[in-house]
């Protein structure tokens, strides 16, 4: 079953970045300007089969997330977007001297990635902000090279270049609002370590012991409900006291696609 699911996530990315290479070979092409829409098709097309997943565990509260979550990273995806976009005109600069760094960092990350699926290991929080912060220098780099590089007849070609890369940049926007509800929600499941919470579950004991139910780990369990974790019966369903989300090895740095 583990080497199924590796091979499938193995298979997920070639066929991933197979398509995207083709979907910008098609928009690039200047022979014909149905060609180069038929790739910007192929290539958003492939971006919702990736978002699909992840789309669905971020909004069932059954794996830690909620419907908001996603209106959350959209907004915050939104603003760093308008931003980077906004600082890039107003400077004027070009900054296709970042190309370079931006490759090296792609294979570095691919790298990372195709080791989690391997492995199986997932990629925490320090690696999806390491992949906003290079998102963010493609949108940089896309945006520079709309100003300064591509021709009014590659307009298809430059939008799809900068769709990527704000895509991409939701996608590791989500996942931090993903890593960061899961880390709450298993804090606030622990309250009973705390004086408070600890109070309240002797308050608890207390209505137990003179039913003499007190041994009763599964009865304990029920009556104190989900946060006591590691006593038995019903509370140790809860893994540490939140429910776990599906393992997401990672995204693959799609733009590799461009080199």
Same mark, same amino acid.
């Given at each position: 079953?583990?080497?199924?699911?590796?091979?499938?996530?193995?298979? $997920? /990315?070639?066929?991933? %970045?197979?398509?995207?290479?083709?979907?910008?070979?098609?928009?690039? *092409?200047?022979? *014909? !300007?149905?060609?180069?829409?038929?790739? =910007?098709?192929?290539?958003?097309?492939?971006?919702?089969?990736?978002?699909?997943?992840?789309?669905?565990?971020? #909004?069932?509260?059954?794996?830690?997330? *909620?419907?908001? =979550?996603? %209106?959350?990273?959209? +907004?915050?995806?939104?603003?760093?977007?308008?931003?980077?976009?906004?600082?890039?005109?107003?400077?004027?600069?070009?900054?296709?001297?970042?190309?370079?760094?931006? /490759?090296?960092?792609?294979?570095?990350?691919?790298?990372?990635? $195709?080791?989690?699926?391997?492995?199986?290991? #997932?990629?925490?929080?320090?690696?999806?902000?390491?992949? !906003?912060?290079?998102?963010?220098?493609? %949108? +940089?780099?896309?945006?520079?090279?709309?100003?300064? &590089?591509?021709?009014?007849?590659?307009?298809?070609?430059?939008?799809?270049? =900068?769709?990527? #890369?704000?895509?991409?940049?939701?996608?590791?926007? $989500?996942? +931090?609002? /993903? %890593? &960061?509800?899961?880390?709450?929600?298993?804090?606030?499941?622990?309250?009973?370590?705390?004086?408070?919470?600890?109070?309240?579950?002797?308050?608890?004991?207390?209505?137990?012991?003179?039913?003499?139910?007190?041994?009763?780990?599964?009865?304990?369990?029920?009556?104190?409900?989900?946060?006591? +974790?590691? !006593?038995?019966?019903?509370? *140790?369903?809860?893994?540490?006291?939140?429910?776990?989300?599906?393992?997401?090895?990672?995204?693959?740095? /799609?733009? $590799?696609?461009?080199?």
């Amino acid at each position: 079953m583990f080497l199924a699911s590796q091979f499938s996530w193995l298979l $997920l /990315m070639v066929l991933f %970045i197979g398509g995207t290479f083709a979907a910008q070979y098609m928009a690039q *092409s200047r022979s *014909s !300007v149905g060609m180069q829409y038929a790739g =910007l098709a192929l290539y958003v097309g492939l971006y919702t089969l990736l978002f699909v997943p992840i789309l669905t565990i971020a #909004s069932q509260s059954k794996y830690g997330g *909620s419907a908001a =979550l996603p %209106i959350q990273a959209g +907004i915050v995806t939104l603003a760093a977007f308008g931003a980077l976009t906004l600082a890039v005109f107003v400077s004027g600069k070009d900054f296709s001297f970042l190309g370079p760094v931006l /490759m090296v960092g792609s294979f570095v990350a691919l790298g990372l990635i $195709l080791a989690a699926v391997l492995f199986g290991f #997932s990629l925490g929080l320090v690696f999806c902000a390491a992949m !906003v912060a290079l998102f963010a220098g493609y %949108i +940089i780099y896309d945006t520079s090279n709309i100003v300064h &590089r591509y021709g009014t007849d590659e307009h298809v070609a430059a939008s799809m270049a =900068l769709f990527g #890369s704000a895509a991409m940049l939701f996608y590791y926007v $989500l996942r +931090i609002f /993903m %890593i &960061r509800g899961t880390d709450d929600g298993a804090a606030r499941r622990r309250a009973p370590r705390t004086l408070k919470g600890r109070a309240a579950s002797a308050a608890r004991l207390l209505l137990i012991i003179p039913l003499g139910k007190w041994r009763r780990h599964g009865e304990w369990a029920r009556l104190c409900g989900p946060r006591l +974790i590691g !006593v038995g019966g019903p509370a *140790s369903a809860v893994v540490r006291g939140f429910p776990r989300q599906p393992r997401l090895p990672g995204a693959f740095p /799609m733009s $590799l696609s461009r080199w």
